[in-house]
């Protein structure tokens, strides 16, 4: 069974520092896909990027930036000189091909505290 | 603009009296689902439908029921809720369903049952 593991619960750091958040998936799925959930203080859930298992090619935009490494099943972003507006909590979560309810699994997510 | 809404927003209600939360999207998505969020287990699919009149449950069915007779509306329905059930709602829907379409999140319903 799929399976997104989120280690870090919490994280805290100082404004401009660079800040990496660790995702680990579980499938036996050869098709699927990773994706990022940024979820801020009001709630909402902020759809970031989509990566297809296909596809490692690492990916940046602006601040962020995501490493995809199928070797060790991880999907890792990491936010380059952190702003007190990335204080949120973020979520990684799978789909499968395979998956009939086309679900997407999710981590538990890791809340990133950015002080000023 | 391309949205999923919800009602209510937030909502405090007692064990036993039912409830429904409304999920509307105007995308003329096929799939719709709802999740619920609880702390330190993510999101959790309760429900989902591929298409109108197509419903099937998602990982955490009980105490919940769905329906969809028309393809933008997709309620939840709560016929005896429990303190359990206290969680924060979300609704999603998708073009298609296929897994990488991606899924547009409604507002979230923050539920209370005492």
């Known amino acids: 069974a799929q399976k997104v593991t989120q280690a870090q619960t919490e994280i805290s750091v100082v404004e401009k520092e660079d800040v990496t958040l660790d995702c680990v998936y579980e499938?036996?799925?050869?098709?699927?896909?990773l994706f990022w959930y940024k979820q801020p203080p009001s709630g909402e859930l902020v759809f970031l990027i989509r990566?297809?298992?296909?596809?490692?090619q690492n990916e940046i935009s602006g601040r962020y930036s995501w490493n995809f490494q199928k070797s060790t099943s991880s999907f890792n972003f990491t936010i380059t000189a952190s702003q007190v507006v990335d204080s949120a909590v973020y979520f990684c979560?799978?789909?499968?091909?395979?998956?009939?309810?086309?679900?997407?699994?999710f981590g538990s997510g890791t809340r990133l505290q950015v002080q000023p | 603009e391309a949205q999923v809404t919800q009602n209510p927003r937030y909502l405090i209600t007692v064990t036993g009296k039912k409830l429904t939360v409304t999920c509307s999207q105007n995308?003329?998505?096929?799939?719709m689902s709802w999740y619920r969020q609880d702390p330190g287990l993510g999101l959790r699919q309760i429900y989902y439908?591929?298409?109108?009149?197509?419903?099937d449950k998602g990982d955490v069915p009980e105490g919940y029921k769905v329906s969809r007779k028309e393809k933008r509306n997709f309620p939840l329905i709560l016929e005896s809720p429990s303190p359990n059930q206290t969680s924060l709602y979300f609704c999603?829907?998708?073009?298609?369903?296929?897994?990488?379409?991606?899924?547009?999140f409604g507002p979230g319903t923050r539920l209370t049952v005492t």
């Open positions: 999603a829907s998708s073009l298609s369903g296929t897994p990488g379409d991606e899924q547009y």
């Open positions: 499938t036996r799925d050869t098709t699927y896909y």
């Open positions: 990566r297809n298992s296909f596809d490692e």
């Open positions: 979560a799978l789909s499968e091909l395979d998956t009939g309810r086309r679900a997407l699994t």
């Open positions: 995308m003329n998505h096929e799939y």
């Open positions: 439908s591929m298409n109108v009149e197509v419903t």
